[in-house]
């Protein structure tokens, strides 16, 4: 991700400034939705650069070394490299983002990754996911911990009684949710976020990342989501340094419209490995 946020001195005054115009929010939102995607090798070309910006995540319950590990090869591997050969992009180093697990699974991700000769990184949730309720202390310990086992990325979860209050914090990626909520990753609260980090650019030089996360399962909405990032924040933000895309079974989408690119057909769904 993007070099650390140094921060700068608190202007309240500056925040209590913000106002959102819901109507034009919600007409932004819906332009950005209603805009024509290119079609066959623009289409794929955009849609693996969409791969390449998916954390590739498992936050289950019953996770386990075994699917970590699955998970991790897929991340290696988004895309059967038959599909990627019939485009020429098999050479390209095309992979994930990054893989993303809860802190007791960084080691297995670690070792996998490591095994498969893979210097992808894994990121961890934290501090209490995804309530962020949790004793400070215990937080800090659990980020620690999962540095200590190799991630090398932490997706933190705020304690939103602190931001309700008015006790601000800097951050170097903002992220829409934590994808286990009811409502998670929409249009108009994406384009507000990301107006704020346009702001907070224009006015101090750094460039703060984005990560929609939650409900984002289809390849079509990946393009929406990249079409935003262009319109609202330009190219730089098109890349896995200032852009990620929080998502478990969109990656199986876009290979199955990458598949019928290069075939002509929709795979049957033994045809395609799972994440």
């Known amino acids: 991700m993007s070099a650390r946020n140094p921060g700068i001195d608190l202007d309240l005054e500056w925040v209590s400034k913000v106002k959102v115009n819901t109507q034009a929010v919600l007409k932004r939102a819906q332009q950005i939705q209603g805009r024509k995607v290119g079609k066959k090798q623009w289409q794929a070309a955009w849609l693996l650069k969409a791969v390449t910006c998916i954390d590739l995540t498992t936050l289950a319950g019953d996770d386990t070394p075994s699917n970590v590990h699955r998970l991790c090869l897929k991340a290696t591997q988004p895309v059967r490299h038959d599909l990627l050969k019939s485009m020429d992009m098999h050479d390209k180093g095309i992979t994930t983002?990054?893989?993303?697990?809860?802190?007791?699974?960084?080691?297995?991700?670690?070792?996998?990754?490591?095994?498969?000769?893979?210097?992808?990184?894994?990121?961890?949730?934290?501090?209490?996911?995804?309530?962020?309720?949790?004793?400070?202390?215990?937080?800090?310990?659990?980020?620690?911990?999962?540095?200590?086992?190799?991630?090398?990325e932490i997706d933190i979860v705020i304690n939103r009684t602190m931001a309700i209050t008015g006790q601000w914090a800097g951050s170097d990626f903002i992220k829409t949710s934590t994808g286990k909520e009811s409502v998670n990753a929409t249009y108009p609260v994406a384009i507000v976020m990301v107006r704020a980090i346009r702001d907070y650019y224009l006015r101090t030089g750094h460039k703060v990342g984005f990560k929609p996360a939650g409900g984002i399962r289809t390849a079509q909405e990946s393009l929406v989501w990249l079409a935003l990032m262009k319109e609202e924040l330009g190219n730089e933000w098109l890349s896995p340094h200032l852009f990620r895309l929080g998502a478990s079974s969109l990656l199986a989408d876009i290979e199955r419209q990458i598949y019928h690119f290069v075939t002509g057909r929709y795979a049957a769904y033994h045809e395609l490995p799972m994440a």
């Open 97 to 152: 983002a990054a893989v993303c697990v809860y802190p007791s699974r960084v080691a297995d991700a670690v070792k996998s990754l490591k095994a498969a000769n893979s210097s992808l990184p894994v990121a961890s949730v934290a501090t209490g996911f995804p309530a962020g309720q949790t004793p400070l202390r215990t937080r800090l310990e659990e980020v620690r911990m999962a540095v200590e086992d190799g991630a090398t």
